[in-house]
């Protein structure tokens, strides 16, 4: 099992090269060294000294042994990091061996000290006091007396000149390793920094599409900030977070808790807040964000604060600074994301520091993320709801245009037909009439019944290009056509009058082409829209045909569509204009000429609701059939393509 | 027991009578015996007292005094909907063949009559969409009496 990185390695890197690095400084040193790590023991020179080797090799094979080194290492180690000293001589108590200690400080941290110019007492006194050291430490490890003393002959005395050099070497080794631990740990705590960053990104990723997520209620909309705040909360080291939305109304002083983290949500959720005035001016005022330090403030113990402590005092008692993150809505009303930091802070590996290098900005994100997406779901909610009316009134104003003309309609079939009837039974009834004037009579109930029809598909054609917003066109049913020859037929129908008047032979259904459809195609029920787009293109055959020509509605499968077309002879749809004439109010010239009173918005319509059926409706540019009287008739398809159905009719 | 020989008896209800004269004209000159009346609750009374074979009513009407005032929404006060659900909870009127005329395209009022006549009878609701010819109607009628 790998060991866990010592804080040594953490701070400095490779231990191996820092010995490498000191062997190199000490080499012609006739005096070993010893480096205390707080964490892993001692490191020794790699030519260690013959001599002091088996001394310490003696001292450290016993475990007491090594416990008393070790506790008068870190004695002297916890000096040098009091003292703030750049080097100190002693004699150990433990060897009675003269010692120079160089701590290496890596950014105000005592990562390890050197032991070195280890050296025997020359004054006479000190050699007392080594030797009754060393005696006792014979005692004391259990060994023979003179075992220890022997090692220490070929040590060099205190009296040797080269070990200033030693120490100004050893000091220089550890002022580079200490430059290199700080450039090492800025690069590790800027990565950590990033990673943090990283992960706060991603939360905002993650709640940018949960909360612009329309289609979600409020309800989700505030379960997804919750969220939010739940993943920053760990990664800027909060202990709790809370969503503060303005109030409304009777509550427009106050300010209510919408979302909550690290708190128990049914405590919090929906509790009304009055924030200090001063505060929300410093709010508004706010650019970016704000974070206030609330010790000495007077905001320390602000009503949140409160409500929490006196709520859920174990986690009141972890209450830190606040932060503070503004959020600006479109009417002027501040929210508010306040964050509760821990009162013990986090080391600054383990969390994301909030300054203005990187925390300010995620934060600001996220705060200006749930305004941005509060406000878009309030601008599209107002959009539903004008729309809603719009659509509620358009509805009335059609209706209120199309039953009275349906009646006109009615009572001009029921005249036609009881006078047929009535004909029929007497045919003398108009036999004082002038033929003139009885066609004449005819002709004018056939154009009272058909304009009125015309009226009313206007009203709806009318009211379908006001209603067009795709967007906010709400939801259509779509129903297998399991009779689409039959639905092709009865619009027909609907058509024969005007066809008459127009002198057209017939509209007529291509059965055998249209029912390998049958149950293959869906079409939109909702508003009869099909029946809608059908017939505004037989309409625009009709206006525009010659007399005595038929008007054909076919049918075909073709790779994954169903094809209807309808097929016309009459005047000419020049290449080019076979796409124009789906535009808006676009009107052919020809077409212009010939039936000066249509208003150019059928075929338009007609193709939006096909579109909406996710088809397409296209027009190919008019072939020459033959000339009568030195006119020449042409023959236009309009062409609509319906995705077929799978086998199971999804 | 049903003489087969009768009239077919049509109830027409619609608030705009002038509206529907010549449909009901219409369905008179092919030999049905059509009843027209313009307020709800009267005809209500009326499906609970008689029998009809077919029933024909416009989906926006002025509301019944019995509506509750609950429905927010207006045009769902109005609507064809609740009468429906008034007579098809009525077990004797469960399977009266009733066609709505209309030139109301509003989905929500659409919707309702359709989810409550499924509910009821398990079929879709019949709806003529305006203009409606009176030969539409006089089929549809045919068709659905038989």
């Not at chain 1, 760990?234 to 509550?251: E, K, Q």
Request: contains cysteine; proline residues 5%; negative net charge.
């Amino acid at each position: 099992m790998a060991r866990p990185p010592a804080l040594f390695e953490q701070i400095v890197g490779d231990t191996e090269a820092f010995r490498l690095m000191l062997d190199g400084a000490l080499k012609d040193c006739a005096s070993p060294y010893l480096v205390w790590l707080p964490d892993a023991g001692f490191l020794s020179g790699r030519e260690y000294h013959a001599a002091l080797g088996a001394f310490f090799g003696l001292l450290f094979g016993h475990p007491h042994g090594e416990r008393l080194y070790r506790a008068q290492a870190e004695a002297i180690a916890y000096h040098l990091d009091e003292s703030r000293a750049g080097s100190l001589v002693f004699t150990c108590e433990v060897t009675g061996l003269r010692t120079v200690a160089v701590p290496v400080r890596v950014a105000d941290t005592l990562a390890a000290v050197v032991f070195c110019c280890i050296t025997r007492p020359t004054d006479p006194d000190e050699q007392r006091q080594f030797k009754a050291a060393v005696g006792q430490l014979e005692k004391t490890l259990g060994l023979a007396a003179g075992q220890l003393v022997q090692y220490t002959a070929r040590l060099p005395d205190e009296a040797d000149p080269g070990l200033d050099k030693t120490v100004e070497r050893v000091q220089r080794v550890v002022a580079a390793l200490a430059q290199l631990g700080e450039d090492r740990l800025a690069l590790q705590r800027a990565q950590q920094q990033e990673h943090w960053r990283m992960q706060a990104i991603r939360a905002l990723q993650v709640a940018n599409q949960q909360l612009n997520d329309l289609s979600i209620s409020w309800d989700a909309f505030w379960r997804a900030t919750a969220r939010l705040l739940a993943d920053l909360a760990p990664i800027i080291g909060a202990v709790c977070g809370l969503v503060l939305v303005p109030g409304r109304g009777a509550r427009r002083d106050m300010h209510i808790a919408t979302a909550v983290c690290g708190l128990p949500s049914e405590q919090f959720t929906g509790r009304l807040y009055r924030l200090d005035d001063a505060l929300l001016g410093v709010i508004a005022r706010a650019e970016n964000f704000h974070i206030l330090h609330t010790p000495n403030d007077d905001l320390a113990h602000g009503p949140v604060r409160r409500s929490i402590i006196e709520q859920v005092p174990e986690i009141g008692a972890q209450l830190g600074h606040e932060v503070l993150i503004p959020m600006f809505f479109e009417d002027q009303r501040n929210g508010l994301v306040v964050f509760f930091l821990n009162s013990e802070p986090a080391p600054a590996s383990d969390v994301l520091v909030i300054d203005s290098s990187t925390g300010d900005s995620i934060l600001a994100q996220s705060g200006s993320l749930i305004g941005a997406a509060f406000n878009n779901r309030q601008f599209v909610q107002r959009r539903h709801q004008q729309h809603k009316f719009k659509r509620a009134w358009l509805e009335t104003v059609t209706h209120q245009f199309v039953a009275p003309l349906s009646a006109v309609q009615g009572h001009a079939e029921l005249l036609t037909n009881r006078l047929a009837r009535w004909e029929n039974k007497n045919p003398k009834l108009f036999a004082n009439w002038p033929e003139r004037h009885i066609e004449q009579f005819w002709n004018s109930l056939t154009a009272i019944e058909r304009t009125a029809q015309y009226a009313s598909r206007l009203a709806y054609n009318f009211s379908r290009v006001v209603y067009q917003d795709k967007e906010l066109g709400g939801e259509v049913e779509l129903s297998v056509a399991a009779d689409l020859t039959g639905e092709l037929i009865q619009i027909a129908r609907d058509f024969q009058g005007s066809a008459r008047e127009h002198r057209i032979l017939k509209v007529e259904v291509d059965t055998a082409s249209v029912s390998p459809l049958n149950g293959k195609v869906a079409i939109i029920t909702t508003d009869d829209l099909f029946r809608q787009a059908i017939g505004n293109l037989v309409d625009n055959a009709v206006k525009y045909s010659f007399e005595n020509t038929a008007i054909i509605l076919r049918g075909r499968l073709e790779k994954d569509w169903g094809v209807i077309e309808v097929v016309n002879e009459g005047i000419r749809l020049a290449p080019g204009e076979e796409t124009r004439i789906f535009e808006y109010e676009y009107r052919t010239p020809e077409a212009r000429a010939t039936y000066a009173p249509d208003t150019g918005i059928g075929l338009s319509v007609a193709r939006d609701i096909i579109v909406q059926h996710g088809g397409t409706l296209t027009a190919r540019p008019s072939v020459p059939v033959r000339k009568v009287d030195d006119r020449q008739s042409w023959l236009t398809t309009f062409t609509i393509r319906l995705p077929l159905l799978d086998s199971d009719g999804s | 027991m049903t003489d087969p020989t009768a009239r077919k008896r049509i109830l027409m209800v619609d608030d705009q009578l002038d509206y529907i004269e010549p449909y009901a004209e219409a369905l008179e000159d092919e030999d049905f015996d059509v009843t027209l009346l313009s307020q709800v609750d009267t005809a209500l009374d009326l499906l609970r007292s008689e029998t009809f074979d077919v029933i024909i009513l416009d989906m926006l009407m002025p509301p019944s005094e019995h509506v509750h005032e609950d429905f927010e929404d207006l045009d769902l006060r109005k609507s064809g909907g609740w009468v429906l659900s008034q007579i098809r909870e009525d077990e004797r009127l469960r399977d009266v063949p009733i066609i709505f005329i209309t030139a109301v395209r509003d989905t929500r009022v659409r919707e309702w009559v359709e989810e409550t006549e499924r509910a009821y009878t398990g079929r879709d609701p019949m709806i003529l969409t305006k203009p409606v010819t009176l030969t539409q109607l006089i089929k549809m009628v045919r068709r659905v009496s038989e």
